[in-house]
């Protein structure tokens, strides 16, 4: 389990709108590279489907459902067959919102999971959980710039 958090001068509903629109997430994290709806889905709304595309040292893609679109308030969903779950909270604070990004693997890999997190992201299956904390807090980091810039 993991979080970063971070404040952003624009509103809830705003930053809502730009996490939840999946197509977007390469813009800002250091391993996905966005996503598409599958389905027929175009937004995020609960049970949507999405495949989420990934890259690092040979890249991979998941399917994921949204279990959670509250505008303004919380985006979540869950990767696979429910082995990682990832959530965005947005709270108002000030003139703007603070965004807490969040994940809870549920089901560790087995050794064969274990092997082709390696292969797909470099890393032993002990350090993914610190890396995946360095990746939300630059993803944030970016979602921050990108939101306040507009």
């Not at 958090?5 to 509903?13: N, Y």
């Not at 690092?56 to 505008?71: D, E, F």
Request: hydrophobic share 35%.
């Amino acid at each position: 389990m993991g979080e970063a958090r971070i404040h952003i001068e624009a509103s809830p509903e705003a930053v809502y709108a730009m996490v939840s629109d999946i197509t977007r997430m390469g813009e800002w994290s250091p391993e996905n590279t966005g996503g598409e709806w599958l389905g027929g889905a175009s937004a995020a709304a609960v049970g949507s489907r999405f495949k989420g595309k990934n890259k690092r040292k040979s890249g991979w893609s998941t399917k994921c459902t949204v279990t959670v679109a509250s505008p303004g308030r919380e985006f979540a969903f869950d990767v696979g067959n429910g082995g990682t779950k990832w959530r965005y909270c947005f709270e108002p604070a000030g003139a703007g919102t603070d965004v807490t990004e969040s994940f809870e693997i549920v089901k560790e890999p087995g050794a064969i999971g274990r092997f082709f997190t390696k292969v797909g992201t470099g890393l032993p299956w002990s350090e993914r959980e610190a890396d995946m904390v360095r990746g939300m807090e630059q993803t944030l980091t970016k979602l921050k710039a990108a939101a306040e810039a507009s």
